[in-house]
């Protein structure tokens, strides 16, 4: 199985790795920085380099339990050793955009006991799905004063790995779903904005809140009896 570098090293661009296996425009390496598509957050982009050429990455994802690195050039044969280089724009985005997420859980539990229901996002803009009957008055100013307040708390996150038996008696971690991570997963990876927000989260994200930038509430709007749907973009501050 893949080594996925970013789970503790969300900083980490550039990395040494050796190709595993081969099908056809994609290769699995033993190890990697590059982000795969998943929880909502979508993958890297960059490129890898060996001796006997260079391709850019295309697409990264898991299938079956094997992550795959799509490459749009020449492809390196099994035994390769390449250097992988993750593009840094695009991550530093989807880093700010995710704990952006996080941070609107957190206001929306704290506030309004709240629970997220679902989520997507792309670099500097997304959206989430909560449990809830109607908006209050004035609610999509409200959110969006309370989450740019805790970007301006410059809250630390911090991302530590704790045994399932012991994630699954966490209250905090229960109402993020934890019992829908996969049973063979033994260690559960918790992101912790201190003070506001702790989930069970394999996603990418910034070493505090102010480096978020700020948040814009563009819309909000139902979708369906009991669900509501909050989409925000990132800014800068």
Known sequence: MTDRLYLRDAD?????????????????????????TSGGQPHDTGHLIWEAGAASIIDVVTVDGTLWHTLAGPIPGAETVVTGEVADDRRRQMMRTHTAMHILC????????????????????????????EFPEGFGTEVEGLCNSEIVADRPIKVSF?????????????????????????????????GLDKQ??????????????????????????????????????
């Open 12 to 36: 980490l661009r550039s990395f040494v790795a050796t190709v595993v296996a081969v099908d056809g425009d994609r290769v699995e390496l033993d190890r990697t920085a590059f982000y795969a």
């Open 106 to 133: 957190g206001v929306m539990w704290s506030r309004w006991k709240r629970v997220v229901t679902g989520g997507n996002m792309d670099a500097l803009s997304g959206r989430m799905d909560f449990e809830m009957a």
């Open 162 to 194: 704790i045994p399932r038996e012991e994630a699954v008696l966490d209250r905090d971690l229960i109402r993020t779903k934890v019992n829908l991570v996969p049973e063979l997963l033994t260690e559960i990876r918790v992101v912790d904005i201190v």
């Open 200 to 237: 069970a989260d394999g996603g990418t994200h910034v070493s505090s809140t102010g480096q978020v930038g700020r948040m814009e509430v563009t819309k909000t709007e139902s979708k369906g009896k009991g669900f509501k749907r909050i989409r925000f973009l990132v800014t800068d501050p």
